[in-house]
């Protein structure tokens, strides 16, 4: 746990409002199997080796294991080709036994990962990346969301951050992360700022925020003098070494709410995939939760 002193922020620890979604989903899971037999069943599709993904996919599945759900993991060679991933995708598809599909990103080049995501049904995108679950959450339509955005979200109501007419900057503009957490936060009335690699003038704007969202994927990118005094930062980032996007310490020093790295955005990421795959299950089963 990182130290802080007397003038620096309190830590938004994710852990806690994490397992207390694992509990309720672990509920659900054996409300499912009571009514159905069934028991919901995520498939993770790794293509690769990439470490951090590996170490990340073992997580979620122990996670699953936890609550009582099952975890089936596809594992790819690197050179798969978009044909290759494309047909494990629809098979995933078609099996009623499989309630949720996610696909580990990144993916090795040059798969077409959209066409990948766009593969998954609606129904078992239980991490928001198709165009019709995004484009669905824009608008305020019932989806499933991206999982850390939506994850934030939770984390944000659970620190009693107010963003109704806040002033909000989000650096970086993924379509998994920046865009549906950009669109989140305006959905909850926040004015949002969209930030990404070529804004000009990024500390300056950075500087008007009373709530950050780093995901730009940079080790300690986000310096502590660009921070409003008292903001609440929402650390995004995972680089290697453990470390995030901010600069930790020193951002600490001039915020008022901070989220480690690790124990802060991660554990509410995977926490809300398993609640949304669990959901997930509920809705193709005709179970009501």
């Not at 995108?125 to 959450?137: E, K, L, N, Q, W």
Request: proline fraction near 6%; glycine fraction near 6%; aromatic fraction near 2%.
């Amino acid at each position: 746990m990182p130290m802080h002193s007397e003038h620096s922020a309190k830590l938004m620890d994710g852990r806690p409002l994490a397992k207390r979604i694992r509990e309720a989903t672990a509920e659900k899971v054996q409300r499912i199997r009571e009514a159905t037999g069934v028991t919901p069943t995520l498939a993770t599709i790794l293509v690769g080796e990439n470490t951090a993904s590996a170490v990340y996919v073992r997580m979620k599945r122990a996670r699953c294991e936890e609550v009582g759900m099952k975890s089936l993991a596809v594992e790819l060679p690197h050179d798969s080709t978009t044909e290759q991933l494309l047909a494990e995708v629809r098979k995933l598809a078609s099996d009623d036994s499989v309630h949720g599909i996610v696909i580990q990103h990144p993916v090795p080049k040059p798969i077409d990962r959209r066409a990948a995501f766009e593969a998954i049904p609606l129904a078992k995108d239980v991490d928001g990346v198709t165009s019709a679950a995004i484009g669905r959450m824009i608008l305020g339509m019932p989806a499933l969301p991206a999982c850390t955005p939506a994850g934030i979200m939770r984390l944000l109501i659970e620190y009693d951050v107010t963003l109704d007419g806040a002033r909000a900057v989000v650096i970086g503009r993924s379509p998994i992360l920046g865009r549906p957490m950009a669109s989140m936060l305006i959905n909850a009335h926040a004015t949002v700022t969209l930030c990404h690699s070529r804004t000009r003038d990024l500390p300056v704007l950075v500087s008007s925020a009373e709530v950050l969202i780093a995901a730009v994927g940079k080790p300690n990118f986000v310096q502590g003098d660009w921070i409003k005094s008292q903001a609440v930062v929402v650390d995004a980032g995972y680089n290697e070494g453990n470390v995030g996007d901010v600069d930790f310490s020193a951002v600490a020093e001039r915020a008022s709410l901070i989220t480690p790295v690790p124990g802060g955005v991660g554990p509410m990421t995977i926490a809300t995939l398993l609640e949304q795959t669990v959901d997930a299950a509920a809705a193709q089963l005709r179970v009501n939760l």
